[in-house]
């Protein structure tokens, strides 16, 4: 009898040992009711066994996490499996969002991050820095701009930030039909995903429920070494989901993980517990108050008749059969009204050479900048739009990212991102701004620059900018420069020449053969060179109440270089907070951009690898024929009358080139600070109070 009592103690030593070995290299739950988890936020687990990570309420966020952390033995290469099953299940007649992510992390406390677009994995501190310690794979259902996504139905992976190191389109591949098939994340149907990281490549594998593991995964990312993430040799695994103003439920089924591919357990699909299906609430109303709704919905359409015929006539968007092929970019004249409140004055933002700007916030907390342009007439408006719409494939981080457009008589509506931190011009030239360092000023330069060598070079055609300044330069919220305002922008083909005749841009910034030869790519290398000593000098390149000799901005620094004091042209207000040999390096490049001569000046790739320190600037000197040298603009009067454009040029002083000579006009330059010439026969983009005043010949 002792024996038998002492062989069955051994026994069950031996099996807890297994258990314990088996724990510490794997598990598999079919429901969670008997699990080791520990939940904070909205996770929950059902009476079914079913782990619900957030409800259908606004900004939630829930963690689920295995307790028991894996411990990693620093002289055995990290690796690991994972099976699981979910449900992404919206909520009748509501948006669903954000999403649910599968967490790797050296500590299962996350209840410092946020929910919304940080899926719970984040807040905006740590968002980005490499002490987060956290890996993830997300399943994103809402399309977040500011972090890259591509769409609002995507898989990524995240190492510390929201930022995806690889991302694609929710699918899988069909070994049966042997092609990629869609999945949609948001639905009621559970799918099952694959993570399987060993010798630093990571697969993300997706399927729907009844089909087996695809042979190739959706995701296949190299170079993840998640050793140097998880630092404190210990490793927590689980699941983080968040709702914001879109709300959705966040379902896991079952959950298999093992530290190694070959010892997964398989998840049985038939012992998995079933997900609830959300009805819609109807709640039928009862008969006297469909009788009086009836009554006062008749007293009121008799009352108000007149007035809402009246007012649909007023505000009757314009609409023609060409429009179809671009109806994925036109909002609604309402939808507009509705975001900026009736374009009131509370929303209003600013004024620019092509009308005033408001801002507003669309369907889903998206802020957009709302720029309301008046004009005369539809000829040319097909072009026009379609140029418009034409930027919305322009995809670079130093854009306004472009959304559409809204026609109605007699208004134009553009619709873009709206940048929280306004223009770079307010914050160089209005001193109730705070002052912007060195530093700051150097990456927007560059940002600036590899934005416009994307226009010229990268994009599917070249795009020719036309009227780049600071005021065209805005600023997001981390001070990251964006061009905007495309409103003069041409697109041509790679290998052809711009078809543009017409002089446009800002008096300061336009190149001198703008005149005889058009627009260019050098066109608008000349304005970033002036761009360029205008936020460095933080003043306009044209400023008539100066001395003379200061007068012109090119013309000044050049002289300043002459006389050995090139610093002395910095904008006071930087202090001493900055690089002696980077501002010259910035100022001497602005100055070989801005000369008057088109071939000396650099390419924009150029341009970008100068600013990089990629490449030395070529040797030159303030002697250079054509560096700081000052061509006035002189523009064909018979041309000009011939073509009836509208000319904005408010404040603007004219005189003629010589009193026997009626054939040129040349624009007084000392008169044009700032003011933005337009010769746009399709459109007239004056205001009340820049109404164009008249041109004489003499």
């Known amino acids: 009898m002792g024996h038998v009592l002492l062989l069955i103690s051994v026994i069950s030593c031996l099996h807890l040992i297994c258990l314990s070995n088996q724990q510490k290299t794997g598990f598999v739950f079919h429901g969670f009711d008997q699990s080791d988890l520990s939940l904070d936020g909205s996770a929950r687990i059902l009476r079914n066994g079913l782990l619900q990570l957030t409800n259908a309420s606004q900004h939630q966020m829930g963690h689920a996490f295995f307790k028991p952390p894996f411990v990693l033995d620093p002289s055995e290469p990290l690796s690991f499996s994972t099976h699981f099953v979910c449900a992404l299940v919206p909520k009748p007649g509501v948006d669903g969002g954000h999403g649910l992510a599968f967490v790797v992390s050296s500590s299962s406390d996350l209840t410092h991050a946020e929910p919304t677009r940080y899926l719970g994995l984040f807040n905006v501190t740590t968002n980005g820095p490499s002490s987060s310690h956290l890996f993830a794979v997300e399943l994103d259902t809402v399309f977040s701009p500011e972090f890259d996504d591509i769409d609002n139905n995507h898989v990524g992976i995240d190492v510390n930030s929201l930022m995806s190191v690889a991302y694609a389109r929710a699918s899988y591949f069909s070994d049966v039909e042997g092609k990629n098939k869609s999945i949609k994340l948001l639905s009621r149907n559970a799918l099952q995903v694959w993570v399987d990281y060993e010798g630093a490549v990571l697969n993300v594998s997706l399927a729907p429920l009844h089909v087996q593991k695809p042979s190739r995964p959706l995701i296949s990312a190299a170079s993840i070494n998640l050793s140097d993430i998880l630092s404190s040799r210990r490793m927590f695994v689980g699941f983080s989901a968040s709702t914001g103003t879109s709300i959705s439920y966040q379902y896991v089924l079952g959950w298999s993980f093992s530290r190694s591919r070959e010892s997964l357990q398989e998840i049985d699909i038939s012992k998995l517990p079933r997900v609830p299906r959300p009805k819609a609430e109807h709640k039928k109303p009862s008969l006297p108050l469909v009788v009086l709704l009836v009554l006062l919905a008749i007293m009121a359409l008799s009352a108000l008749g007149g007035a809402l015929f009246y007012r649909r006539r007023k505000y009757a968007e314009v609409s023609e059969d060409w429009e179809k092929e671009f109806g994925a970019h036109r909002f609604s004249y309402k939808s507009l009204y509705k975001a900026t409140k009736g374009f009131g004055k509370d929303g209003f933002l600013g004024r620019g050479g092509f009308g005033e700007v408001y801002r507003g916030t669309l369907p889903l907390s998206r802020e957009v900048a709302v720029k309301r342009v008046c004009h005369n007439g539809e000829e040319g408006m097909k072009q026009f739009v379609a140029e418009i719409v034409s930027m919305k494939s322009l995809k670079h981080r130093n854009l306004v990212p472009f959304f559409g457009y809204s026609r109605r008589k007699g208004e134009f509506f553009l619709v873009s991102e709206f940048m929280p931190n306004g223009s770079l011009d307010a914050h160089l030239f209005d001193d109730r701004k705070p002052v912007i360092s060195w530093s700051q000023r150097v990456v927007i330069l560059k940002g600036i620059a590899s934005a416009l060598n994307y226009l010229h070079i990268e994009a599917d055609q070249v795009v020719l900018h036309r009227d780049i300044k600071a005021s065209n330069v805005m600023l997001d919220s981390e001070f990251n420069g964006r061009l905007g305002d495309f409103g003069m922008a041409r697109f041509h083909d790679h290998g052809s020449n711009a078809a543009t005749t017409a002089a446009v841009g800002t008096v300061g910034y336009m190149a001198p053969e703008l005149i005889t030869m058009g627009a260019s790519t050098r066109t608008d290398v000349y304005a970033f060179g002036v761009f360029m000593l205008e936020v460095t000098c933080g003043r306009r390149p044209v400023e008539p109440e100066m001395q003379p000799e200061k007068q012109q ?130 459109l007239n983009h004056t205001t009340e109070s820049e109404k164009p005043q008249s041109l004489s010949t003499g």
């Open 553 to 682: 901005l090119v013309k000044w620094v050049c002289e300043c270089w002459k006389r050995a004091s090139l610093l002395d042209c910095k904008d006071p207000r930087l202090g001493e907070e900055f690089s002696p040999e980077e501002v010259e390096m910035v100022l001497k490049l602005g100055l070989l951009c801005s000369s008057i001569v088109p071939e000396m000046r650099p390419t924009m790739e150029q341009v970008v690898q100068y600013l990089n320190r990629n490449l030395p600037l070529p040797d030159f000197s303030p002697y250079t024929p054509g560096i700081g040298a000052f061509a006035p603009v002189v523009v064909d009067a018979a041309s000009l009358l011939a073509s009836s454009a509208s000319w904005s040029l408010s404040a603007l002083s004219i005189s003629p080139s010589s009193a026997n000579n009626s054939s040129h006009v040349s624009l007084s330059v000392n008169h044009l600070q700032g003011q933005r010439l337009e010769s746009m026969s399709s």
